[in-house]
């Protein structure tokens, strides 16, 4: 069984940075598509980034040039590399992975505010 376990959340001022992480475990990583999401307050989840098992990348148009998705098959992680951070960038954000079926992370919260 996949698990996915996200960390690196927390409070950043505006203009800020943050990385997030997603530890995987359960399944060969390499052949897993994954992706990060976050859910506002409210609002319905939406993608932020998803990278594929051959690092193709794409991107919300809301975060391209601000957010960098990458992947380590070697330590089994995506991470989220968040800069220039504004507060329409608070929710909590969720690590999924993806091949015949999706798992979900319980996700982290990251609030931008002054």
């Known amino acids: 069984q996949v698990q996915l376990v996200e960390s690196g959340g927390g409070l950043v001022q505006p203009g800020g940075s943050l990385r997030l992480s997603c530890a995987f475990s359960?399944?060969?990583?390499?052949?897993?598509?994954m992706g990060w999401y976050r859910q506002a307050p409210g609002k319905q989840r939406e993608l932020v980034a998803a990278?594929?098992?051959?690092?193709?990348?794409n991107y919300a148009d809301s975060v391209k040039g601000r957010f960098t998705i990458s992947r380590d098959n070697a330590k089994r992680t995506v991470y989220l590399q968040m800069n220039s951070l504004k507060p329409e960038d608070t929710a909590v954000y969720y690590c999924?992975?993806?091949?015949?079926?999706?798992?979900w992370g319980q996700g982290t919260q990251v609030t931008v505010s002054s």
């Open positions: 359960g399944s060969i990583f390499s052949m897993y598509a």
């Open positions: 990278i594929t098992s051959s690092s193709s990348r």
């Open positions: 999924n992975a993806a091949r015949t079926q999706a798992y």
